[in-house]
């Protein structure tokens, strides 16, 4: 009987397609080594976007594809993963240990855009990425509630010169909302406010971070233009809605980030549909492909859509959001899908290119 050969190893590999790099494993290159021993099989995977929860079942297909080769006695399919570090602007001072940075911003308020930035950020520390979350609304920050930190919860200091991140559910988060009482009115003008941001950011010893999330404040104002001439921003999710008000607001936050060479990664939809709790009627009441469109506009993709849900607003509310609560759950896969797609698409990007200086002119 004829041996065992590295084309026969490489086509049962390729019967699987990684549902996130939405190919083989071959093609995306992610097979690092293949070892043959008699009719023993070894492989070697690496992966690069955070795996540690799906790793053991991809494993398990693999070996069971591998076992299924004529003369194949055994297989073991060893499977690593690793973040790595993308700049849109190489040019500018990366934050000491944080590999990248992703705004999550919208047009406007209302949208969802809170809720979802802190389950994106519990599902990509499920999947074993270390994460940080910083709330940028510096006017009504929310996230200290919905990460349930408890009234009157100040960071520690280090020196009286870094703020340590309060943790929460296993990823590290910063708000204004630490630093003042719940009903403070935060009555500052743009530059203030650009200032507290630039602040927070870079006097919170963050330590080694795989994705540090923004919750940005909504719209195309002072603290969007900061952060993206004086931070290297990886890439930027636009949060919208189905309805076109929203969606018209939406495009003018994408226009903003290419403007400034931040690359729209995807658009996450909330409220795209309601299912009556009764019935199960499914109903699209805000529109329907709303940001499909949008993001077959602007070469980008849709990241996730979620429904409009009591269960989504009830955890938020309760300071364990939906992906902390029952990381299984129907709407937290959601979440978790978007998140990998997310994580992907960063992971694959083009980057590199330089931000331009921002000009004012009539069109």
């Known amino acids: 009987m004829a041996g065992l050969t590295h084309s026969q190893i490489e086509a049962a590999l390729s019967g699987y397609t990684d549902p996130y790099l939405e190919t083989d494993l071959i093609s995306a290159g992610c097979v690092r080594d293949i070892r043959i021993d008699g009719s023993a099989i070894e ?91 910083l709330d940028a609304d510096i006017y009504g920050p929310s996230q200290g509630i919905m990460l349930g930190i408890e009234e009157g919860t100040r960071p520690e200091t280090i020196d009286n010169k870094w703020f340590v991140p309060v943790e929460a559910h296993g990823i590290k988060s910063m708000s204004m909302a630490y630093l003042v009482t719940e009903s403070t009115p935060m009555v500052w003008r743009g530059p203030m406010v650009s200032g507290a941001l630039m602040q927070i950011l870079t006097q919170t010893q963050w330590g080694e971070l795989d994705y540090l999330l923004i919750d940005m404040p909504p719209g195309t104002g002072d603290i969007q233009l900061t952060l993206s001439q004086k931070f290297p921003v990886s890439g930027a999710v636009i949060v919208t809605t189905p309805q076109d008000i929203a969606l018209a607001d939406a495009r003018k936050g994408v226009e903003m980030f290419n403007k400034v060479n931040i690359p729209v990664l995807g658009m996450i939809e909330n409220m795209s549909m309601h299912i009556c709790s009764q019935c199960g009627h499914a109903e699209h009441i805000f529109g329907q492909d709303g940001a499909e469109r949008l993001a077959e506009t602007y070469q980008t993709k849709v990241l996730g859509s979620l429904p409009l849900s009591t269960y989504i607003r009830k955890q938020s509310d309760e300071g364990t959001p939906v992906v902390a609560a029952d990381d299984c759950s129907e709407v937290s896969m959601m979440y978790r899908h978007a998140a990998r797609r997310l994580a992907v698409t960063l992971a694959t990007s083009e980057m590199g290119q330089k931000i331009p200086d921002i000009q004012i002119s009539d069109d």
Do not use: F
Request: glycine residues 10%; contains cysteine.
């Open 43 to 133: 492989v070697d995977i690496h992966l690069n976007y955070p795996s540690e929860y799906l790793k053991d079942g991809i494993a398990q297909v693999l070996q069971t594809s591998l076992e299924n080769i004529d003369g194949c006695q055994s297989a073991r399919v060893y499977i690593t993963w690793e973040v790595q570090e993308h700049k849109s602007q190489s040019a500018l001072e990366a934050i000491a240990g944080v590999k990248n940075i992703i705004a999550i911003a919208s047009g406007k308020g209302g949208v969802g855009k809170s809720t979802t930035s802190v389950n994106l950020a519990l599902a990509l520390a499920k999947d074993g990425a270390k994460v940080g979350l």
